[in-house]
T-cell receptor
Framework: DAKTTQPPSMDCAEGRAANLPCNHSTISGNEYVYWYRQIHSQGPQYIIHGLKNNETNEMASLIITEDRKSSTLILPHATLRDTAVYYCIVREQTGANNLFFGTGTRLTVIP | DTEVTQTPKHLVMGMTNKKSLKCEQHMGHRAMYWYKQKAKKPPELMFVYSYEKLSINESVPSRFSPECPNSSLLNLHLHALQPEDSALYLC??????????????????FGPGTRLTVL
């Protein structure tokens, strides 16, 4: 798996956009970027994934740089319920379907 | 229904006890997973089942014994655990298991976990 690097923690004001960066400089051409989050004492929750193009769903947007060496998860209007640990994961190209979680970013949304 | 359920929610056991964790999904998923998560650490994969057969064992000690009785159920049998095995145990499922030479990009859905304390 390609390694990912994320800042250990970030704060965001409620109602503002939260921009969570992730570096994955060794990503391979066919590897996807996945984002999950884990609210305290709950199981991880899938947010979004992408390969090359930017993606948007009801939860978030994913911006992947043209060289694919980094990406940004955007929560457009953060709420207190978005306080969680956010994991950026680069998926294995072949073989197992398991997820290798890095240390993630602890996002705190401040009222 | 995109729910994975796990029972019990909490479990306290002694080192000589035998207990089981249960996981259930009714999404028709053919891959199921066990992860272990220690406090303030990311989840770590333990086992993967594909089409009810064990496909990955991440060098987990034999005191953890997984079982997949059918496509909807996944158990984790516990015996002679140590206090350091105390953790949150997470179950997940996904639609398509991996095939040799191909990755599956489908989403994994996680259950809420069982918080295990070994005394």
């Amino acid at each position: 798996d390609a390694k990912t690097t994320q800042p250990p923690s970030m704060d965001c004001a409620e109602g503002r956009a939260a921009n969570l960066p992730c570096n994955h400089s060794t990503i391979s051409g066919n590897e996807y970027v996945y984002w999950y989050r884990q609210i305290h004492s709950q199981g991880p929750q899938y947010i979004i994934h992408g390969l090359k193009n930017n993606e948007t769903n009801e939860m978030a947007s994913l911006i992947i740089t043209e060289d694919r060496k980094s990406s940004t998860l955007i929560l457009p209007h953060a709420t207190l319920r978005d306080t969680a640990v956010y994991y950026c994961i680069v998926r294995e190209q072949t073989g197992a379907n398991n997820l290798f979680f890095g240390t993630g970013t602890r996002l705190t949304v401040i009222p | 229904d995109t729910e994975v359920t796990q029972t019990p929610k909490h479990l306290v056991m002694g080192m000589t006890n035998k207990k089981s964790l249960k996981c259930e999904q009714h999404m028709g998923h053919r891959a199921m997973y066990w992860y272990k998560q220690k406090a303030k650490k990311p989840p770590e994969l333990m086992f993967v089942y594909s089409y009810e057969k064990l496909s990955i064992n991440e060098s987990v000690p034999s005191r953890f014994s997984p079982e997949c009785p059918n496509s909807s159920l996944l158990n984790l049998h516990l015996h002679a655990l140590q206090p350091e095995d105390s953790a949150l145990y997470l179950c997940a499922s996904s639609q398509d298991p991996p095939y040799r030479g191909f990755s599956s990009t489908d989403t994994q859905y996680f259950g809420p976990g069982t918080r295990l304390t070994v005394l």
